[in-house]
């Protein structure tokens, strides 16, 4: 997991994820892209960065960006490589954080 202040996407074999696309208290409008029951409440960026390592996508923090919908808050968003489509990606990470808050 790195951290760097300026990261290019390389094409389209990486994607942006925020953490609110995993957030279970948002609404698709604002901002949510996986279902309700693999969503959690309140994902942090560590966390999300910690899964994206374990399924090896190799994930870069930008801790001082803000999801432009919430931008009064300092949130932070990853960087990490694309598996097939980003929807899938994002399945996959969800789906492990959900199995880690379960435990």
Avoid at 39 to 60: D, S, Y
Wanted: aromatic share 6%; hydrophobic share 35%; no cysteine.
């Amino acid at each position: 997991m790195s951290e760097t202040p300026t990261v290019r996407l390389k094409g389209k074999d990486r994607v942006v994820v925020w953490p609110v696309y995993f957030d279970a208290e948002r609404s698709r409008s604002e901002g949510r892209k996986v279902p309700k029951r693999l969503a959690v409440k309140n994902p942090r960026l560590r966390e999300i960065a910690e899964v994206a390592e374990e399924l090896g996508l190799n994930p870069e923090v930008q801790r001082d960006k803000r999801y432009p919908k919430r931008w009064w808050q300092d949130r932070g968003r990853l960087i990490v490589d694309k598996v097939e489509s980003k929807r899938k990606t994002l399945l996959m990470i969800a789906e492990r954080l959900r199995e880690r808050r379960e435990r």
